[in-house]
């Protein structure tokens, strides 16, 4: 599952430099996930960062439009942070 930035972002900036995907962007008025790149933190940490450096309760929730399986997580993680090994193999 990718995530989401809901409507109550205060554009605080704690969350894109935090992503270690680079799938937090700022939109047209609050930052905004990319659910390509988002893999919840999965291969990286064990809770989200970006949840867990937001000071607004319940601003980055679950994105319901973008529904994905741990194993799905995983392999969007090898895709991102290891094409280039998957492409010399």
Do not use: R
Not at 19 to 25: E, T
Not at 67 to 74: A, I
Request: hydrophobic fraction near 35%; charge should be negative.
């Amino acid at each position: 599952m990718a995530l989401l930035i809901t409507h109550k972002c205060t554009n605080c900036d704690m969350c894109e430099p935090e992503c270690p995907n680079q799938a937090i962007s700022m939109g047209d008025d609050i930052y905004v996930i990319d659910p390509d790149l988002c893999t919840e933190c999965v291969g990286h940490y064990e809770i989200p960062t970006c949840q867990k450096v937001c000071p607004i309760n319940n601003c980055i929730i679950t994105d319901p439009e973008h529904v994905e399986t741990n194993d799905q997580l995983w392999e969007k993680f090898v895709l991102i942070h290891h094409a280039d090994e998957l492409e010399e193999a």
